[in-house]
């Protein structure tokens, strides 16, 4: 089965690819960008990106919106992190977190599947906490300074991104709407 995916960044169209193929669901880069309104809610953000987008291209697509949220600054970046992530990035969180005990945060991903006759949304979250100073080499955005409480003290960026998938909150959402798509029977090819 073949999806669009409206998405103009490369790391989530791979991640995404990595968990979908185990259920023979291949994602393809929409041709359109991702339009992206401002919203406290990812759900939001998604849905509104995934009916733009379903009607630009009139073919089932998914489109995603994630973020991350830190405890001790009241959830944010939240659903400005590409925004922040590009202007003060992984050094700037780190600075706004010196001296602060609370260091908890989490990443939230919404995918929506969007058909025309339906629209569906798959939630994945992942908690953890920010390190004190950036490790590791691999992934993007702010990997780097994500420790997951899943795995012993090491941060995104230290991980293979197979064992980043198998906690992360884009793993669990994409596993989420595989699963959903595999027992639906729904059968989709790309014109
Ligand atoms: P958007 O969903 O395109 O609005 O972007 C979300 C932003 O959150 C990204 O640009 C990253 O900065 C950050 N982000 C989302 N997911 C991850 C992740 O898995 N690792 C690191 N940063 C992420």
Known sequence: ???YFATGNPHKLAEANSILSKFGILLK???SPKIEIQSESLEEIARYAAEAAYRSLGSPL???DSG????SLKG?????????YKTIGCGGILRLLEGCTDRT???ECVVVYASGEEMRSFIGVTKGSIAEAPRGSSGFGFDPIFISEERDGKTFSELRPSEKSAISHRGRAFRAL???LSCSGREHTLK
């Open 76 to 84: 944010f970046p939240g659903p400005y992190s590409s925004y922040v």
């Open 29 to 31: 880069p929409a041709p």
């Open 105 to 107: 945060a989490r990443f």
């Open 68 to 71: 991350l949220f830190v405890e």
């Open 1 to 3: 089965m073949e999806l």
């Open 178 to 180: 595989g699963e959903w």
């Open 62 to 64: 998914v489109v995603e």
